[in-house]
């Protein structure tokens, strides 16, 4: 196959074709707006995050830094090995895949805890008129209503999701989108696969907050 002799900055190995050629035009695609220089090895800490809790296997393929006036931010090529279970109903036999997905990182100034965001789900809104576990802010219905937050520190998150942080969230226009924060680390991505417009909505999201968190 052609692209084992060329040049990549990531890893290619055992990926396929077209995992390759996604990466590479994420990469492209984010050249073209930002600039962009590989990190070299960083140990990134990723199995500490609770995203990757289901995952067998969290394999770095690459990692770029995007330089920021500020604060320089991160994009991750990130390949999972995951083993999701059939319904014994269905007789379904477990699958087994390996999916590559692009993950922005950003170290911020606040310490927020541990922070997980999500879109909300109908099931998440039964759910809290039952258990109220959800953090809520009064003040702002429209992100409330939005976006579903678990915290281990309601206080010390609330302090740390000011008007501007939970903009930048509302600005983020993704079914799928996770946010998670640990102290002063936050990622963002989703659990699809890899596709370059979707990576660079992620790179702007963390370039904003690198711009005042």
Known sequence: VLYLYMNYSFDTVGLTSHQVD???????????????????????????????RNCLNVNLRGSFVIKNARTDCYIL???????????YRAAKLSSDS????????????????????????????????VHP?????????????????????????????????????MD??????IIEIIDHTLIIGHNRLASPD??????EFAVRLCSYC
């Open 22 to 52: 996604i990466f590479q035009e994420t990469l492209d695609a984010l050249k073209a707006r930002f600039h962009v220089e590989p990190t070299g090895e960083i140990d990134f800490h990723l199995p500490d995050f609770e995203v990757f």
């Open 77 to 87: 090529f990130v390949e999972v090995h995951k083993i999701e279970k059939g319904s």
């Open 98 to 129: 390996y999916e590559c997905h692009t993950w922005a990182l950003a170290y911020l100034k606040k310490d927020f805890g541990r922070v997980l965001i999500r879109p909300e789900t109908l099931a998440d809104k039964l759910i809290e008129l």
């Open 133 to 169: 576990v959800e953090l809520d802010f009064e003040e702002d219905k429209a992100f409330s209503d939005t976006w579903y937050v678990l915290t281990n520190d309601r206080w010390k998150a609330e302090a740390a999701m000011d008007r501007n942080f939970r903009n930048a969230v």
């Open 172 to 177: 983020v226009r993704h079914d799928h989108v």
């Open 198 to 203: 979707a990576s660079l909505q992620l790179v």
